[in-house]
């Protein structure tokens, strides 16, 4: 028998743990390198729609990522006196299923699953680029050899900035603070809680129930509004916007993280031996919620377009050729203004979340 192929992958995040457990799967043997200590997500939540819990399923992750996820039905959008400003939007209207789970409960179904599959995950390895002959390089002077190289580094990939490849990289006019707050008792019990985004000006709360003892709060604003988007959160700021929230506001703790939203393309998804996945290659705004969706399906697709392929610069031309439009047509939409109600955007919107990944062709 031929040795097993192999494959390094830069970043322990949605896209390279998706791509590392989809490879080993297939017979690979899969190294990832994390820059960090540990493989840990930010304490935040994150929204996981159909197309992204069939990816799960696809790896046999879905279960552990679940067992604290919360599945909210509909999105209601409000003014900071919670009058409604459109019709509450329920999701199996459109075919699709939104359940949030909190990061930490999905990196570590992910890593499990990665690691019962003989994935060898090394942290405190930070990647310096790659070449397109297919060597992955560390900032320790390492050299790793591989059959396929995977940039899944993240915004700053410095696989991706090694080869070359940015187009463009955009940041846009708003970003987000994320956190967690314990739900009460009273929350825990509804089970109809659902998505709540609160808009004063420029200043928007997103409300989002999280597994079954938090709730995950985005609060965005405009970069340039220090208050806004201080650390810890400026509660009199934020309860002074949003009033009738001082119940939800109190309860913020220390913690949270504000990232500017950007929005990333390519020349070219893959080069040579080296392919480029996750945020590294399309991070988008989060309007959708499907940066970690596209992460994780264009991940299994890649591993599935390598699969059985003789020529792997071939596969990975072919595997961007197939999966990089819906990418762009979700990226597209998630930077415009939820207020532009053209057909377009909204046949769009849950286009990507009902998606049939490839690679989950058999999972309903
Ligand atoms: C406010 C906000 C809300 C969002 N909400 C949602 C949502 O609800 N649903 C959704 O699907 N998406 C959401 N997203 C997008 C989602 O968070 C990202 O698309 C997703 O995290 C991308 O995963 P990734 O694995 O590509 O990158 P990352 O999650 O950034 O992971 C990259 C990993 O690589 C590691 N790394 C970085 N550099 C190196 C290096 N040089 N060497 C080795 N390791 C390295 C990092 O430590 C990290 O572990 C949101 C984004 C924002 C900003």
Not at 274 to 297: E, K, N, R, Y
Not at 318 to 339: C, K, V, Y
């Amino acid at each position: 028998m031929p040795p097993p192929r192999h494959a390094e992958i830069a970043g322990a995040g949605f896209a390279g743990l998706t791509a590392a457990a989809a490879l080993a799967q297939r017979g690979w043997s899969v190294r990832v390198h994390e820059k960090g200590p540990e493989v840990r997500a930010f304490g935040a939540g994150i929204w996981i729609w159909t197309n992204g819990w069939r990816v799960l399923e696809a790896i046999g992750a879905h279960e552990r990522a679940r067992e604290d996820g919360y599945e909210s039905p509909s999105i209601e959008r409000c003014d900071q006196n919670g009058k409604l400003l459109m019709p509450p939007i329920r999701f199996s209207d459109h075919g699709a299923r939104m359940i949030a789970v909190v990061r930490q409960t999905l990196i570590e179904a992910l890593l499990e699953t990665c690691l019962e599959a003989g994935v060898d995950v090394v942290t405190n390895s930070e990647v310096s680029g790659a070449s397109g002959e297919g060597e992955l390089e560390t900032a320790a002077g390492g050299t790793f050899p591989a059959d396929l190289v995977i940039g899944a580094d993240g915004v700053n990939s410095a696989v991706r900035d090694s080869l070359k490849l940015t187009r463009r990289r955009n940041g846009l006019a708003y970003g987000g603070t994320r956190l967690l707050i314990p739900r009460t008792r009273e929350e825990m019990e509804d089970r109809t809680d659902r998505v709540l985004s609160y808009l004063n000006g420029e200043r928007r709360l997103l409300y989002t129930p999280c597994g079954r003892t938090q709730t995950y709060l985005c609060f965005t604003v405009r970069p340039d509004d220090a208050e806004g988007r201080a650390i810890p959160v400026g509660k009199k700021a934020w309860i002074d916007s949003f009033p009738m929230l001082e119940h939800v506001i109190e309860r913020v703790g220390d913690d949270g993280r504000w990232d500017r939203y950007e929005v990333i393309r390519l020349k070219r998804w893959a080069r040579g031996r080296v392919a480029i996945v996750g945020d590294a290659a399309h991070a988008m705004a989060p309007s959708l919620g499907q940066g970690g969706g596209c992460a994780m399906m264009n991940a299994l697709s890649l591993a599935a377009a390598v699969e059985n392929a003789s020529d792997i610069p071939g596969a990975l031309a072919a595997w961007e050729e197939r999966e990089r439009p819906l990418t762009e047509r979700a990226q597209h939409i998630s930077s415009m203004f939820s207020g532009q109600r053209t057909d377009w955007r909204r046949r769009g919107i849950f286009e990507t979340a009902r998606h049939r990944p490839t690679g989950a062709e058999g999972i309903d």
